[in-house]
């Protein structure tokens, strides 16, 4: 650490001058901090201010700069020095701000700012400015996993941005499930008629584009590398297999239809006229304009039912516990399919909630009451195959009457199946053999047989991580395309139930998610959520146990094994969360700009008071993305919370080591406080694992508590959302009534 | 079964839904409603109907041909339009109530003991006579409504408010022999007939061709 040469710059500006003792917190910095240059300035963030940090880095040497002044989440592009790590003390947001501006307050209030001037130092100490990624590598190649409407859309539209596409499709011709449609649903005013699914026309153009190649028949055998240099054999079914290279990959796989065999009670299977609404499809295909009839005597159709949620949306086993979305609007189409040829031919669609999504959705349903499909709200019993005519049971929910209603053709909207691959998560999966939660969760779950799509040679397993009903796991509140594997994309049905509409729409933000990563992956940045990220995790071999928790714990499965067994850190696939750092037992793992040392240091390098001075201290480990921003925003309206408080932002609360909280138990903290982001299946973690993997490591802190004849409510952990202004400075202070009870730790030497 | 009523049932058979579109007034909106069910929880008599609005769709929807026609919930209809106002997908259902009521009575399968559909029939027959309605016949004929003793025991309760409105000349007792009309009476019975014919010539020439 010979050439770490330290600038620090107090602000004096938005009050800060008035409120703090400056010139002290410049002393600190020198003496303390070990700055080589302490300055202070008027108004730090203008051009003046941001001049004279520019010109200590030109001309003093400094490599490593503190600013104490706002929070790190403002002035960000006016402090943004190349070539240099940066730290920030938070003395407005942090200090000032949620302190009152009494007489009483100025010592603890001063205390507050010398221990974040300390913290600041500490960090850029042991920081150095992260270099781009080595292994970076351009390929502006996409791959696309699956020819139905998403792939093709997706195809097209990365195709017209000037990057060359591989789709890979299973069948032997381009569509998918949308081939089999006789028309679609409309996406264009007045929403009136169904209209020309577009397919044939969109394979043309396919064909046609110089940038996209086609493989039919063909499946992905085997996945490996990272974005921007992604390897994968394509198989076809003649035995043959190519290898190709590839920046990024979009899995627009699709879905199944519904198995509707596994409905007795609806007569599948057992009467030909029942059918679901892919055999529906088929049937209005092959009647080529004519009367529609039915399979089983060839009569043209006269009365048809529509059993709405047919399998779907229940609880019982075998059937799909979620709506499949499309449902109610392609039954309706399916209704105006007879109602357009002839008016008289009567169609009921019998429904429980008729979901109609979005504006155009409501038109559609408008239209097809106009049209004369009679809806009706009922609960769909049985199908009774008979004579002539089918029996359909209901209990008519508006009229509480049991029913039985004649029909020639009965069609049931089964609903979809996502084409997501193996569920690669065992944890998912031991959770669902225990506990009563997962009994239900198993019943729940379809048993389809399933093949692995992408075949990735990644540790964790070879598909895409499934986060619930056996959709794949997309980001669904922050980033929806994003899935728990960087540079690999979903798009369409495969992510969450959708109809085409929605379908072309998330496969246009795929394709330009696949885009930005295979960029962001040529300069060695970071995707989503730290976009441009050039840190990336390192570790010390010698030190390393191979216990193997990095590898597994990672949320995205960006760590390998190599041949002697130790990890080996994929950068590009890396988001650069830090779960891996707090899961190192033996903490050997660090980024450059962002280690156990950097945070570590801060927390020994606070002044803490002897046990008798009545001021006991607090360490918050906040994280930067929800947690963080709530107490800045707090600030903000002068929320006030305790002096006694020191705030340290952390990427993600999985990036926590528990080594940080027992450091702080022992060198004499009175309380540790841990917020993280919303865990579980609505979780709200940038980094989707993180602040699970902290709540369950702090679960056992306990012991260690216990171990130091410590009190267990010294330590908390909460899940805090980006709203939670109110509630954040709440809980700090929750903290510091509950030290007053207990009283100080004895740890203060 | 009156004739008309037979005549119907041939014509629609299993679909009321169509009978109703094509002879009841505003008729062809039934289909359109999406029975979120606003205009049942807007109606101030609500609690009161045997079937409220939204229901009364779904059972024309469902056929239930008989059930509706001879319901006397949309004779409970006060013309409020709170419903109207309300309805989401903009139906007149009051007007569609008003409708079915009629409808109801044409082919004879009205609730026979009906008030609100005697009131009506006493107060358009004492108004087509004459073409000005006839307040002291129309009164006393509605006290006499629901037989002689009530009728007796009725006007004796009302016997003050009479007196009263007689002494502000609200009401006048030579009303009783005669009373007054318009210009042309014979002319307007003249009129009425003729719209009663072409309203029957449309009711037989309505309906799809089936």
Redesign the interface.
Known sequence: MADVKIGAYICKGCGLGDRLDTAQLAKIATSEGKAAVAREHEFLCNAEGVAMIQNDIDNEGVNRVVIGACSRRAKTDAFNFEGVAIGRANLREGVIWIRPDTDEARETTQEMADDYMRMGCMEVRHMTPPAANEEASRNPNILIAGGGISGMTAALEAAAAGYPVTIVEKSGQLGGAAAGFHRRVPDRAPYADPMETGIDEMARSIEENPNITVHLNSRIAKTSGAPGRFSADIATESGSTRTENFGAIIMATGFTPYDASQLPEFAYGKSPDVVDQMGLEKLVKEADGGAIKRPSDGKPVERVVFVQCAGQRSDKKGHLPYCSGHCCVTSIKQAMYFKDQNPQIDTNVIYTDLRTPGAPGEDFYRSGQRKGVTFTKGKVSEVVPGGSALQVKFKDLILDDDVSEEADLVVLATGLVPNSGVDIDPQVAAKAEEGEEGESAQEAKVEIPVESILNLDYRQGPDLPHLKYGFNDSHFICFPYETRRTGIYTAGPVRRPMDIAQAREDATGAALKAIQALENASLGRAAHPRSGDLSFPSFRKEGCTQCKRCTVECPFGAIDEDEQRYPQFNEARCRRCGTCMGACPVRVISFENYSVDTVGQQIKNIDIPDEFSEKPRILVLACENDAYPALDMASMKHIEYSAFARVIPVRCLGSVNTIWVTDALNSGYDGVILMGCQKGDNYQCHFVKGSEMAHYRMSKIDDTLTQLNLETERVKTYEVAITDIQRAPQLINEMAETIEKIGMSPFKF | MSDLNTQMVEQYRN?F?REVEANVEEGDWV??C??CGVCSGSCPFGPHWEHPP??LF??I??G?REEVLTSSSMWMCTSCYNCIVRCP?ELPITHIMHGLATYAKRLGMAPKEQPTMKFAQKFWDNLSKTGRVNELKLGISLYFMNGFSEGVKTSLKMKDIGLNMMKAKRLNPMEAVGGHKCKDAKGLQAILKKAQEIEEGRIANSG?A?
């Open positions: 679909s839904l289909k359109m999406m029975q939204q229901e779904m059972m929807r469902a239930k997908r799809y089936k």
